[in-house]
């Protein structure tokens, strides 16, 4: 695949990705100073582009930008006119913090060795900073490698050339994946659609469904939602920091978590087909548990988001299923991202190598309120879904194996009555939805599939399903005993 040429600096290249990310929502003060870079013409067509989203889904016209403007922004080697046809976010007036400025994400990454070094005991690690990637302990020089070729993978810029497209929802995976560091979440959002017919869910794949590409390298392929859907959705970006340390907990373990635990909680094992190994396994990964391997999300998301056809994905998505629109869009052979003839792998491998070795995030010290906290939490049922700690059993890379993973969640899926989404996927019905593993939670600022919630008291307080008894008894407790669990929810 051909790297994009970077005639903009890292932090102008930042800043181009976030605003036609999240023009909606990044109306910061720093947000406009980064643009005066590049003139207040891109600005100005980006933004207006933006606040059409706040018109009806159906009726939003694209936003047709021209060729030169946009050669620009994106920085890369053929001009990609990118077209914003889909929704994007109301402005949230009281979204608290903005998300912090993401300049500077695609600054190089530390060198392996030096980020490796251990913490002497009983320190308490800090979170990384925004913008560097740290790889979890124990790593050899061939996974540390690995991790930083990995790197490079995710936070590439693709080009129409490379095989982006032609319909994709962003240029780069960093470009969603980046709330505190290179691979966290954010929050961008996808949107899915559907449609219920006599009670049978029809994801419309005919129609180019179930997932919205919102961008396309020319106006003539944007897609719509269209018209017949009527399951429309949309889910954040989740975070991938630990992923290797969840992908090594066997399914055995998370199959001893599905047993009724009182207070009508039970949760439900996810058995998805794995696209790589085309064997069942237990999923884990996304809102959905609707991936069990970190590759097969990784080339999952080569495609649909990216528009980069692969080896599990070889078959390009067409503009709302026209396939003669795709015939004249699609001018990259397939698959775009072939493995390599040596080291036989592709961008989909080599960006799953630095999610599997990329370390999750270190809980911030303990206070005294923090561990009443963290008592109460278990007390009232909390843990029941949002199991502490598993482990993970043996495994190929030793810094893997057999390790505690304090991710806070059990990895099943559980009927949330009204927070469910209404989009059945993989194993998961329309109102069941993962428990959302915890770990990290500090620097995410929206919380809850669709972003909802934007304070952690009212992510817990749309808990409702088989979390509501749990959810009354928070809601019952002193403000005091509130305020720690809140407290130690904060140290995550
Ligand atoms: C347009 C924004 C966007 C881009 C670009 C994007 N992602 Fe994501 N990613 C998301 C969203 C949204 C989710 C949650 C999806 C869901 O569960 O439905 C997600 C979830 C994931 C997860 C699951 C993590 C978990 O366990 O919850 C992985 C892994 C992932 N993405 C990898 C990638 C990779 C690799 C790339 C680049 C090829 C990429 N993503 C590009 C938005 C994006
Ligand atoms: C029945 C299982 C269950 C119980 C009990 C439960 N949760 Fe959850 N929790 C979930 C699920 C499932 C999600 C993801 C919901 C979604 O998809 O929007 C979630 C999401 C969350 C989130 C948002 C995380 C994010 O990434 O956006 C927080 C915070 C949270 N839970 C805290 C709590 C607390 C505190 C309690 C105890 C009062 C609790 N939960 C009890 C299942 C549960």
Same mark, same amino acid.
């Given at each position: 695949?051909?790297?994009?040429?970077?005639? @903009?600096? +890292?932090?102008?290249?930042? !800043?181009?990705?976030?605003?036609?990310?999240? $023009? =909606?929502?990044?109306?910061? %003060?720093?947000?406009?100073?980064?643009?005066?870079?590049?003139?207040?013409?891109?600005?100005?067509?980006?933004?207006?582009?933006?606040?059409?989203?706040?018109?009806?889904q159906n009726k939003t016209k694209p936003m047709k930008t021209p060729k030169t403007? @946009?050669? +620009?922004?994106?920085?890369? !080697?053929?001009?990609?006119?990118?077209?914003? $046809? =889909?929704?994007?976010?109301? %402005?949230?007036?009281?979204?608290?913090?903005?998300?912090?400025?993401?300049?500077?994400?695609l600054n190089p990454p530390p060198p392996p060795t030096g980020a490796n070094v251990p913490l002497p005991p009983g320190a308490t690690p800090p979170p990384p900073p925004p913008g560097r990637a740290i790889p979890i302990v124990g790593l050899d020089a061939a996974k540390s490698r690995d991790f930083t070729d990995g790197l490079d993978e995710f936070t590439k810029v693709?080009?129409?050339?490379?095989?982006?497209?032609?319909?994709?929802?962003?240029?780069?995976?960093?470009?969603?994946?980046?709330?505190?560091?290179?691979?966290?979440?954010?929050?961008?959002?996808?949107?899915?659609?559907?449609k219920v017919v006599d009670g049978a869910f029809d994801p419309m794949v005919s129609e180019g469904g179930p997932l919205l590409q919102r961008r396309a390298i020319s106006p003539e392929f944007v897609e719509r939602v269209p018209l017949t859907a009527n399951v429309v959705i949309r889910r954040i970006t989740t975070p991938v920091f630990g992923l290797g340390?969840?992908?090594?907990?066997?399914?055995?373990?998370?199959?001893?978590?599905?047993?009724?635990?009182?207070?009508?909680?039970?949760?439900?094992?996810?058995?998805?087909?794995d696209p790589v190994s085309g064997k069942e396994g237990v999923g884990r990964f996304g809102w959905k548990a609707q991936h069990a391997s970190i590759l097969g999300f990784s080339a999952d998301a080569y495609l649909n988001e990216m528009g980069i056809t692969n080896r599990y994905f070889p078959t390009e998505n067409a503009p709302n299923g026209d396939a003669g629109?795709?015939?004249?869009?699609?001018?990259?052979?397939?698959?775009?991202?072939?493995?390599?003839?040596?080291t036989e792998k592709g961008d989909v491998d080599r960006a799953g190598d630095f999610m599997r070795y990329l370390a999750p995030i270190p809980r911030a010290k303990a206070t005294a309120r923090s561990a009443a906290g963290e008592r109460t939490f278990a007390a009232i049922g909390c843990v029941k879904c949002h199991t502490?700690?598993?482990?993970?059993?043996?495994?190929s890379v030793a810094a893997l194996a057999n390790k505690r993973v304090e991710l806070y969640s059990d990895l099943l899926l559980h009927d949330m009555g009204?927070?469910?989404?209404?989009?059945?996927?993989?194993?998961?019905?329309?109102?069941?939805?993962?428990?959302?593993?915890?770990?990290?939670?500090?620097?995410?600022?929206?919380?809850?599939?669709?972003?909802?919630?934007?304070t952690v008291d009212a992510a817990v307080r749309a808990h409702d399903g088989e979390a509501r008894i749990v959810k009354d008894r928070y809601v019952a407790l002193k403000d005091a005993d509130r305020a720690a669990l809140l407290e130690f929810l904060g140290t995550l």
């Amino acid at each position: 695949m051909e790297r994009g040429v970077p005639f @903009l600096d +890292a932090a102008a290249r930042g !800043a181009c990705t976030e605003s036609l990310n999240e $023009g =909606a929502f990044a109306k910061t %003060p720093a947000f406009y100073t980064s643009f005066t870079k590049l003139g207040a013409r891109i600005h100005t067509r980006l933004m207006r582009g933006a606040f059409d989203g706040e018109r009806k889904q159906n009726k939003t016209k694209p936003m047709k930008t021209p060729k030169t403007i @946009l050669a +620009a922004t994106l920085g890369v !080697a053929m001009s990609i006119p990118v077209v914003v $046809g =889909a929704p994007l976010p109301p %402005p949230r007036p009281n979204a608290g913090t903005p998300p912090p400025p993401t300049a500077g994400i695609l600054n190089p990454p530390p060198p392996p060795t030096g980020a490796n070094v251990p913490l002497p005991p009983g320190a308490t690690p800090p979170p990384p900073p925004p913008g560097r990637a740290i790889p979890i302990v124990g790593l050899d020089a061939a996974k540390s490698r690995d991790f930083t070729d990995g790197l490079d993978e995710f936070t590439k810029v693709e080009t129409a050339a490379g095989g982006l497209g032609p319909i994709f929802n962003d240029v780069s995976c960093v470009a969603c994946h980046r709330a505190g560091g290179v691979g966290g979440g954010s929050r961008v959002f996808v949107t899915r659609f559907g449609k219920v017919v006599d009670g049978a869910f029809d994801p419309m794949v005919s129609e180019g469904g179930p997932l919205l590409q919102r961008r396309a390298i020319s106006p003539e392929f944007v897609e719509r939602v269209p018209l017949t859907a009527n399951v429309v959705i949309r889910r954040i970006t989740t975070p991938v920091f630990g992923l290797g340390l969840m992908e090594a907990i066997p399914d055995a373990v998370i199959r001893a978590g599905a047993v009724a635990k009182g207070d009508g909680i039970a949760g439900k094992v996810a058995v998805v087909t794995d696209p790589v190994s085309g064997k069942e396994g237990v999923g884990r990964f996304g809102w959905k548990a609707q991936h069990a391997s970190i590759l097969g999300f990784s080339a999952d998301a080569y495609l649909n988001e990216m528009g980069i056809t692969n080896r599990y994905f070889p078959t390009e998505n067409a503009p709302n299923g026209d396939a003669g629109l795709l015939a004249r869009a699609d001018v990259v052979a397939d698959p775009e991202d072939p493995a390599n003839g040596v080291t036989e792998k592709g961008d989909v491998d080599r960006a799953g190598d630095f999610m599997r070795y990329l370390a999750p995030i270190p809980r911030a010290k303990a206070t005294a309120r923090s561990a009443a906290g963290e008592r109460t939490f278990a007390a009232i049922g909390c843990v029941k879904c949002h199991t502490p700690a598993m482990s993970t059993g043996a495994h190929s890379v030793a810094a893997l194996a057999n390790k505690r993973v304090e991710l806070y969640s059990d990895l099943l899926l559980h009927d949330m009555g009204s927070l469910g989404d209404g989009m059945p996927q993989g194993a998961a019905g329309a109102r069941e939805m993962r428990t959302a593993p915890l770990w990290g939670l500090r620097l995410r600022d929206m919380y809850l599939h669709d972003g909802r919630a934007i304070t952690v008291d009212a992510a817990v307080r749309a808990h409702d399903g088989e979390a509501r008894i749990v959810k009354d008894r928070y809601v019952a407790l002193k403000d005091a005993d509130r305020a720690a669990l809140l407290e130690f929810l904060g140290t995550l």
